[in-house]
């Protein structure tokens, strides 16, 4: 049995249905809401247990971290993993990629941003939230066991990157260039609060050239590790993804619609 995509295209029924929003049982929702909840609770517990602690790699702070941010990710992308067609799936090793690649070179620059999350918001804002979701971890995870392990911690923020993008595609943010900017800015706060315990605690800051030096700068003045990382964070991505989504945005444009349409079903 086979069916059609708006474009056209002819899928096997199995590829059909891990596209089809239908086909997400409860199991797929309690999944994706349990996995939410425990990043969110996994912050909280930052919060108010540690947040005077000054020992960055204490590890009765570190790990835990670690682990319900990861294991979070990983929830959420089984519990959407049905919703992504294989030929879906087939793409986000290229954009894992590019990510790697702009990541590793902004890494080592005094540009204190990180453009490594093009890719997983081009996904995004083409296939949805799952596949965004997807790439931004998977991106994270094998640039760890490749180039850089640090990336790995950070692998549940980036999977939140990309669903938010792809909920933010969903809600026509990404029509007009101004709303791109604005929906990047937002995504860019929300990212920065929950990657700033990991830079803290785990890495004792910033983890590039550029974005170290604004942690030690703040501390300088007077502010704790915690609170100097989480402004550096907020401030570094809030101008981050607001640049992201607004690449993103010209990227858009010059996609032809038969091949947008092609990622219609998932979206």
């Given amino acids: 049995m086979v069916s059609r995509t708006m474009s056209g295209q002819r899928l096997a029924s199995s590829e059909a249905g891990l596209g089809n929003h239908s086909t997400t049982s409860v199991k797929d929702r309690v999944l994706t809401i349990i996995g939410a909840l425990l990043m969110v609770i996994t912050y909280v517990w930052t919060l108010l247990s540690h947040q005077g602690q000054q020992e960055a790699t204490s590890g009765n702070i570190a790990m835990p971290l670690v682990l319900g941010y990861f294991i979070g990710a990983l929830l959420i992308i089984l519990g959407n993993i049905k919703r992504i067609p294989l030929s879906i799936i087939a793409l986000i090793p290229f954009a894992a990629a590019i990510n790697i690649v702009l990541g590793q070179i902004v890494g080592i620059s005094p540009i204190p941003l990180y453009l490594d999350t093009i890719a997983t918001v081009l996904i995004g804002y083409l296939a949805g939230p799952a596949a965004g979701a997807m790439t931004g971890a998977l991106t994270n995870i094998a640039w760890g066991l490749t180039i850089n392990p640090t990336t790995i911690p950070f692998a549940g923020g980036a999977a939140l990157i990309g669903l938010l993008a792809g909920y933010a595609a969903r809600a026509g943010f990404f029509q007009r ?12 706060v929300i990212a920065g609060f929950v990657g700033a315990p990991v830079a803290a605690y785990v890495y004792g800051g910033g983890m590039g050239v550029g974005t170290g030096s604004i942690v030690a700068t703040l501390q300088a003045t007077g502010q704790s590790l915690f609170a100097a ?5 907020v401030l570094s ?11 993103v945005w010209v990227l858009g444009r010059g996609i032809p619609q038969r091949v947008k349409d092609r990622f219609s079903t998932t979206r």
């Fill in 177 to 188: 260039w101004w709303k791109a900017l604005i929906a990047g800015a937002f995504v860019g």
């Fill in 229 to 233: 990382t989480t402004l550096q964070s």
């Fill in 237 to 247: 991505d809030t101008i981050d993804k607001a640049a992201v989504f607004l690449i």
